[in-house]
């Protein structure tokens, strides 16, 4: 049997997800609950800063980008507060 896995972003299509069953990865924080994330997608500073100043919580496992992996360089304290919550860092750069 396939496996199935939603890829659930954060803009306008997201309302046309239905909850099913398989892997679920999401890009930033989607504007409703989902259950059984496998991991949170994240790669600009504009999410960075955000959860930084604790204008927002992301509570799903994280796989950060380069531009997160540079923030965390910056961001040592944020770093380590949060570093239980990374999964890995995706840093190959698309040519």
């Not at 989902?34 to 997608?41: A, G, K």
Request: charged share 20%.
């Amino acid at each position: 049997m396939a496996r199935v896995a939603h890829l659930i972003g954060n803009g306008d299509s997201c309302v046309y997800y239905r909850p099913a069953k398989g892997l679920k990865v999401v890009c930033n924080l989607p504007p409703f609950a989902v259950d059984n994330v496998y991991v949170s997608c994240m790669v600009d500073f504009k999410m960075m800063k955000a959860l930084t100043s604790e204008e927002i919580h992301n509570p799903y496992t994280w796989v950060l980008g380069f531009r997160p992996k540079v923030w965390m360089d910056k961001n040592p304290g944020f770093y380590m507060k949060n570093s239980a919550k990374i999964k890995e860092f995706y840093l190959d750069l698309p040519k």
